[in-house]
C-alpha cells in the first residue's frame, strides 16, 4: 500500500505560483499512475491533472490547461504539479491520488490512494 504526502501549498497572490509536490512511499511507485484533485470550500473535489505512470501521457481540466503543468521523477517517488497565473478561484484544498497500472481517470472512484492534502489560498 503507497503513502502519499503532498506539500507545497500556502497563500500567494493572484497571478503568483506556486508548486505543489507529491511524496509516495512505495518502492514501485513508478508503476502507478497519479493524478491532481483539488475540493474547493463548500464544492465537490475535482480533477486537476493526471500523468501516466510512465510519464509519457499527461492530462489536464480545462481549468488547468496552459497554467498548470504535471511531471514526475520515478527516482524520487515524487510528482510535481506547477500552477502559474493563479486566481482566486483556484483556492481549494489540493490533493495527491494514484491508482497501479492503469489508465489516467478524472473520477475520484477510480484512485485507491489518497494523500491528506495541501491547502491552497489565492487572494485577490
Known amino acids: 500500500q503507497v503513502q502519499l504526502v503532498e506539500s507545497g501549498g500556502g497563500l500567494v497572490q493572484a497571478g503568483g505560483s506556486l508548486r505543489l509536490s507529491c511524496a509516495a512511499s512505495d518502492r514501485t511507485f513508478s508503476a502507478y499512475t497519479v493524478a491532481w484533485f483539488r475540493q474547493p470550500p463548500g464544492k465537490e473535489r475535482e480533477f486537476v491533472a493526471g500523468i501516466s505512470w510512465t510519464g509519457s501521457n499527461t492530462y489536464y481540466a480545462d481549468s488547468a490547461k496552459g497554467r498548470s503543468t504535471i511531471s514526475r521523477d520515478n527516482a524520487k517517488r515524487t510528482v510535481d504539479l506547477q500552477m502559474n497565473s493563479l486566481k482566486p478561484e483556484d483556492t481549494a484544498v489540493y490533493y495527491c491520488?494514484?491508482?497501479?497500472?492503469?489508465?489516467?481517470?478524472?473520477?475520484?472512484?477510480?484512485?485507491?490512494?489518497w494523500g491528506q492534502g495541501t491547502q491552497v489560498t489565492v487572494n485577490s
Open positions: 491520488a494514484a491508482r497501479k497500472f492503469s489508465y489516467t481517470s478524472s473520477a475520484t472512484s477510480s484512485y485507491d490512494y
